[in-house]
Nanobody, 119 residues
Framework: QVQLVESGGGLVQAGGSLRLSCTVS????????MAWFRQAPGKEREFVAG????????YYVDSVKGRFTLSRDNAKNSVYLHMSGLKPEDTAVYYC????????????WGQGTQVTVSS
């Protein structure tokens, strides 16, 4: 079966950096788009960033543009979200997802990794 395993979350001070990783098994990784979503307490899950199958195109929600960078390594079946300039409002559970295109639909999801940014 398809599995997505995230790692790299944690507690960081405002202005700091973290790198989230997501490794996919059970499907031909290079054929699919990948994305990161996040959900903060009491809020709906929101799209953060997406990347197409080749890594040639990336897409970001406005609130993270210039601070987050999404990349993928198809040889390692992995996608990476490098987050810098973190703000308390970035605090959320971050989920990676895989789908046919970067705009969705996404048919498989990871279990989530907590990112907490202290002020």
């Amino acid at each position: 079966q398809v599995q997505l395993v995230e790692s790299g979350g944690g507690l960081v001070q405002a202005g700091g950096s973290l790198r989230l990783s997501c490794t996919v098994s059970g499907r031909t990784f290079r054929r699919y788009a990948m994305a990161w979503f996040r959900q903060a307490p009491g809020k709906e899950r929101e799209f953060v960033a997406g990347i197409n199958w080749s890594g040639g195109s990336t897409y970001y929600v406005d609130s993270v543009k210039g601070r987050f960078t999404l990349s993928r390594d198809n040889a390692k079946n992995s996608v990476y979200l490098h987050m810098s300039g973190l703000k308390p409002e970035d605090t959320a559970v971050y989920y990676c997802a895989t789908g046919s295109t970067y705009s969705g639909p996404y048919d498989y999801w990871g279990q989530g990794t907590q990112v907490t940014v202290s002020s």
